[in-house]
C-alpha cells in the first residue's frame, strides 16, 4: 500500500518535472507585445488598439494573436503566430480600412 503511494507520488514528480523541462511557454502579455512590435514594423505603423491572443495550439504550445495596426490612415489586423520563445510571424492580415 506505501510502495504503490511511494511509486505514484515519484511519477506524479516525474511528470511535472519533465513538463518544466520541456520548454516554458511564452506568457499571453509577451506574446502580445511580440506581435505588437512585429506588426508594427511590418505595416510601418503604429498600434491603434491593444493586441488579443486567440487561440493557444496544444500540442505546440503556439499561440495566435491579432494586432490592430493604423498605417497612414488606413486600420489593419494583423494575424501572427508567437512560438514558446516569443517570436511572431505573420499568418495573414487584413485589407486596409478607412
Do not use: W
Not at 2 to 8: E, M, N, S
Not at 83 to 92: F, G
Amino acid at each position: 500500500m506505501i510502495l504503490k503511494l511511494l511509486v505514484k507520488t515519484c511519477l506524479a514528480a516525474l511528470l511535472l518535472h519533465a513538463y518544466a523541462v520541456s520548454g516554458a511557454e511564452c506568457s499571453d502579455r509577451d506574446s502580445m507585445e511580440a506581435s505588437d512590435k512585429y506588426s508594427e514594423a511590418l505595416m510601418n505603423g503604429e498600434v491603434f488598439k491593444r493586441a488579443k491572443v486567440l487561440k493557444r495550439h496544444h500540442p505546440s504550445k503556439r499561440k495566435e494573436v491579432a494586432s490592430h495596426i493604423k498605417a497612414g490612415d488606413l486600420y489593419y489586423t494583423v494575424y501572427t503566430l508567437v512560438s514558446n520563445e516569443c517570436s511572431a510571424h505573420m499568418i495573414k492580415r487584413t485589407q486596409g480600412k478607412y
